[in-house]
């Protein structure tokens, strides 16, 4: 059976954090089943745009910071890498993320090494499905001995949740990100993109930051819940499996993972997941807040539901009040849907991606929907609907 360790941590100490971190891996074998002195080393962090990493939109940087003093310890050479979402006077803002998010004053205190995946060049793959022709990945994680995906544990306003199968978008680069948006704006194809990098890299561990997670509109613009976990798996979608049921939700419940259910990309049944560490049984996270288009899947009813969920979307909406004019918004925009003078959204070549709203660094995209409509649809279908 796959293993998926759950290991309890209340905050980010250091040495804490590096306690059960070890504790978690002699479960799966050690350190040394993995890992050699001179290995060059990469973590594949969360680092979404220029957020703190007490925001809870990134993988916390201490939580890096434990994981790069354990890998010296082993004599590693450890590599910090990610390529941020978003433009900024078209440029993806990973340099200044960077910084912002404390990664990089870890590096130079860690003595690690910056990848940023913008500038690092990209290696050229064929997919498997049919969604692109061609994928450009990041150099660092072919060049790496070894990869580390360290995903942060997030609700999404699009695709409802991520983490470690959500987690290596980040290893395309720069604008490329929102080319792929536009050509797999559903999302159950762009959870075929997922897979399709999944299965171009090697990822050794999956390590997920779950102490402070986000609940709500994630992955930006929601808000911190202190989960206090730690998760551990050489399996992404087990991983992703453990921690979505935590939140009491189904696969079936989250479009990118059932597609790498049906990709076959790891084990997606959770009574064939053993479960280790400071549990033996599935923890739940209790009150933890779904981004607006969640919908429950449990009842009879839900196909009626689809048929007018469209009535009742959250679309993204601008704040004029809020937002402070950087634009971000509208060049990450796929298709071009934002006017960049008046800030309003053109729905009829709106693909609901969410990037806007993902994005904005100041919150200002907001998500709206009828709820009176939505109220309706609630009496309508017994309940089934969640705001």
Avoid at 175 to 187: C, G, Q, S, V
Avoid at 310 to 317: E, G, H, N, Q, S
Avoid at 353 to 372: P, R
């Amino acid at each position: 059976m796959t293993k998926v360790i759950i290991k309890e941590c209340a905050d980010y100490e250091i040495s804490n954090l590096k306690r059960k971190i070890n504790e978690g891996m002699e479960l799966l074998g050690g350190w040394d089943k993995f890992i050699s002195p001179n290995m060059k080393v990469l973590l594949k962090v969360n680092l979404i745009g220029p957020k703190t990493s007490d925001s809870a939109s990134i993988t916390h940087s201490e939580f890096v910071r434990a994981l790069t003093q354990i890998l010296n310890e082993y004599k590693c050479t450890v590599w910090i890498g990610d390529s941020s979402g978003g433009a900024i006077g078209g440029i993806a803002p990973t340099k200044q993320a960077m910084v912002v998010s404390g990664y990089e004053k870890v590096a130079k205190e860690e003595k690690a090494e910056i990848k940023n995946f913008d500038k690092e060049g990209v290696v050229e793959v064929k997919p498997n499905s049919d969604i692109v022709e061609k994928m450009y990945i990041a150099k660092p994680m072919f060049e790496a001995d070894f990869v580390i995906n360290v995903p942060k544990l997030k609700t999404h306003s699009a695709a409802i949740y991520t983490g470690a199968v959500k987690n290596v978008f980040g290893c395309i680069p720069g604008l490329k990100k929102a080319e792929y948006h536009r050509l797999a704006p559903d999302p159950k194809n762009f959870g075929e993109m997922l897979v399709d990098i999944h299965e171009n890299v090697k990822i050794g561990l999956n390590i997920m930051d779950g102490i402070v997670a986000m609940q709500g509109e994630g992955p930006t613009a929601g808000e911190p819940y202190n989960s206090c976990k730690i998760l551990i798996s050489t399996d992404p979608l087990a991983l992703d499996t453990v921690a979505s049921s935590m939140l009491k939700m189904e696969i079936e419940d989250v479009p990118i993972l059932l597609t790498a259910r049906s990709r076959d990309l790891g084990n997606s049944y959770i009574d064939k997941i053993e479960i280790e560490g400071d549990y033996n049984t599935l923890p739940t996270l209790n009150n933890f807040k779904y981004p607006k288009k969640f919908k429950s899947t449990k009842k009879s009813n839900y196909k009626a539901l689809v048929k007018v969920i469209d009535l009742l979307k959250a679309r993204p909406y601008i704040n004029k009040k809020i937002c402070k004019q950087c634009n971000m918004c509208v060049e990450s925009c796929p298709v071009q849907a934002i006017n960049k003078e008046t800030k309003n959204i053109n729905y009829d070549i709106c693909i609901e991606c969410m990037c806007c709203h993902e994005l904005c660094l100041h919150q200002a995209v907001e998500l709206k929907k009828d709820n009176k409509l939505a109220g309706v649809a609630a009496k309508l279908f017994g309940g089934n609907y969640r705001k």
